[in-house]
């Protein structure tokens, strides 16, 4: 079962403050010295920043092979949630823990947040959080500013809130199985630094999380089945991948060995999916359960993911959503003898770019 959480309630009291370097690269970790306390008039606009890129994120709690007890950054939420004047100290501890772990050298240095929040509402319940930001990179931005009776246009270097690279919220709930954690990493790299040597958490398996892992699984299972030498067009994986979730679709709970006899069939693509399953279980570090509910809101969002693209090595690309019936794509495929080059033909009724 999901969890309820609503994050505009939130506010974001008090913030520490770091840029953390590359130890590899002889690169330095500077801490604050003291709290930057956020003043009431900045508070709900730096909040609406802190938080916004958590709307979308699975659920996580933190793991340790042995105990939770030994796990850090774990051990820094406890403290804080137990006693706020302590979160100069544990910031400085976690930013340290990043520092140690950032030695490898597609690590880049940035600029490390670690916020308080209080009045997070999860579950019916009023919760504090702690949130952890990383920028790997400032922006440029101007400004036009009065002086001496004229307007002065200057530039200043800072963290744009859109692009901020790598965050973690972790929320003083499900204390006693590591914490409800949201957690996202935009660098495009592996997330294996982030997710799991620095913050060393694992997926909570609900049904969100479930559903979203075998959704993109069975896509990506369909696209690397049709070889590079397959002239067969891509809306038809794009559909077959549709018809995959509409397996999803019909049903309350999934079961797989159910969905390979429905959808997969023969016994080939079945041994072929299960290995593909076993290399997504091991890049994610856990096990996926086999059976489990659907979430039906989360495959929602899958379905609008799915759409083809005709890449051609004339810069021509043409994207294509699955087909909404049994019938074929408007597209008319051939060979033109007199140009010697392979051809697309596009039918349709109005072009509704235009409006």
């Not at 009431?40 to 340790?64: N, S, Y």
């Not at 952890?132 to 002065?152: A, C, E, H, M």
């Not at 979430?295 to 810069?315: E, H, N, P």
């Not at 033909?345 to 509704?352: A, E, L």
């Amino acid at each position: 079962m999901s969890v309820k959480l609503r994050l505009n309630t939130a506010t974001v009291t008090q913030v520490v403050l770091a840029k953390v370097g590359n130890p590899q690269r002889e690169e330095p970790l500077q801490t604050s010295r003291e709290v930057f306390q956020v003043a009431e008039a900045d508070q709900e606009t730096l909040t609406g920043l802190f938080l916004k890129p958590f709307k979308a994120c699975i659920a996580h709690r933190f793991t340790h092979h042995a105990s939770l007890t030994q796990h850090e950054v774990n051990n820094c939420a406890k403290a804080v949630f137990a006693d706020e004047t302590k979160l100069l100290a544990k910031g400085i501890e976690i930013a340290q823990r990043l520092y140690a772990k950032s030695n490898h050298p597609n690590i880049k240095a940035g600029d490390l947040c670690i916020a308080m929040l209080k009045e997070v509402h999860i579950e019916g319940e009023l919760v504090s959080g702690l949130c952890i930001l990383k920028s790997d990179s400032v922006v440029p931005f101007l400004t036009i500013t009065p002086r001496n009776g004229d307007l002065q246009l200057s530039t200043e270097h800072g963290i744009n809130p859109d692009k901020i690279d790598k965050g973690c919220l972790i929320l003083n709930f499900w204390a006693e199985k590591g914490y409800y954690v949201l957690t996202f990493d935009r660098s495009g790299g592996d997330t294996r630094f982030w997710v799991r040597e620095f913050l060393g958490v694992e997926a909570v398996p609900d049904a969100a999380f479930l559903t979203n892992a075998y959704t993109k699984m069975a896509v990506s299972f369909l696209e690397e089945q049709k070889s590079e030498d397959d002239d067969s067009p891509p809306w038809e994986t794009a559909n077959a991948a549709k018809d995959a979730l509409n397996y999803f679709e019909d049903r309350e709970k999934f079961d797989l060995e159910e969905f390979g006899q429905t959808v997969l069939k023969s016994a080939d693509a079945i041994a072929k999916f299960d290995e593909h399953r076993a290399r997504i279980e091991e890049e994610q570090g856990q096990p996926l359960e086999t059976n489990f509910e659907i979430s039906k809101k989360d495959l929602t969002k899958a379905k609008k993911r799915i759409a083809a693209v005709l890449k051609l090595d004339t810069g021509v690309e043409i994207h294509i959503k699955p087909a909404t019936s049994d019938a074929d794509p408007q597209l008319e495929r051939g060979y033109d003898d007199k140009k010697g080059m392979k051809f697309v033909k596009v039918y349709y009724n109005k072009d509704i770019s235009a409006g």
